[in-house]
């Protein structure tokens, strides 16, 4: 019996639907961005906030916006580039820049809907779990929901560093400490995991940079030049 190839008939054609543009480009996942956007009938077409975290190849970018049939309306926005106002001029897309933007758009928000007064978040850095929801308070805190957009959401990523920010800045966003840099993961099932927030601590303060900076430095001058040259000029 001879092989017969499989072609598409017309019948497939027909009823071939093409993907959505950004979805073509490579932009949206809207499988994901279904589950965010969807709010239920009851709660009387209530807005619902994303915090909203995306990196280029210079900055940091987070927003905190809601979706309506329009579009998306931005709440709030903060990038990394506006850290040299406060004493950040290089390294904008690293763990520490990523953390300081979203304690940036964080206070951003709260100050927008007064809330600044009520929700101080943390005052201390130290690297802990740390849920503002938790505190007692008159009034609940302000809600978003993580979006990274097509972002693979490995363990110790640069996201949950401006994650980490925003909740240490007063905002509740669900979420764990299974994937911030620090956490080792059980052994055996059943066992629970181990967060050490001292190595997300030294990430957050950019530790980890500093200690490359200078093994480079010892090792090969050149590419330390080449690589840190930023850093170098401002000194």
């Known amino acids: 019996m001879a092989f017969v190839k499989v072609l598409k008939t017309a019948a497939y054609f027909k009823r071939f639907q093409v993907a959505r543009r950004r979805r073509r480009e490579g932009k949206t996942d809207y499988y994901a961005r279904r589950k965010m956007v969807r709010q239920d009938k009851n709660k009387f077409n209530n807005r619902k906030y994303r915090f909203i975290v995306r990196f280029t190849n210079k900055r940091c970018i987070c927003?905190?916006?809601?979706?309506?049939?329009?579009?998306?309306?931005?709440?709030?926005?903060?990038?990394?580039?506006?850290?040299?106002?406060?004493?950040i001029t290089v390294g904008h897309k690293n763990h520490a820049a990523a953390y300081a933007t979203g304690l940036l758009l964080?206070?951003?928000v709260l100050k927008k809907f007064d809330l600044d007064e009520k929700f101080k978040g943390k005052e201390e850095l130290d690297g802990e779990e740390y849920h503002v929801e938790d505190e007692e308070n008159e009034q609940r805190p302000f809600k978003c929901i993580l979006d990274v957009g097509l972002r693979r959401t490995c363990v110790g990523h640069r996201m949950w560093g401006a994650l980490k920010g925003a909740v240490d800045g007063g905002l509740h966003i669900p979420h764990s400490t299974k994937n911030f840099p620090g956490f080792k993961a059980a052994e055996e099932k059943g066992q629970e995991g181990?967060?050490?927030a001292e190595a997300h601590k030294d990430r957050i303060f950019g530790n980890h940079v500093k200690e490359y900076m200078e093994m480079l430095q010892e090792e090969d001058p050149t590419k330390y030049e080449a690589h840190f040259s930023k850093f170098i000029a401002e000194g």
Do not use: W
């Open 106 to 108: 964080a206070r951003r």
């Open 63 to 87: 927003q905190c916006a809601y979706a309506t049939l329009r579009g998306d309306v931005v709440v709030a926005a903060a990038a990394s580039n506006e850290l040299s106002a406060f004493g």
């Open 194 to 196: 181990e967060y050490d």
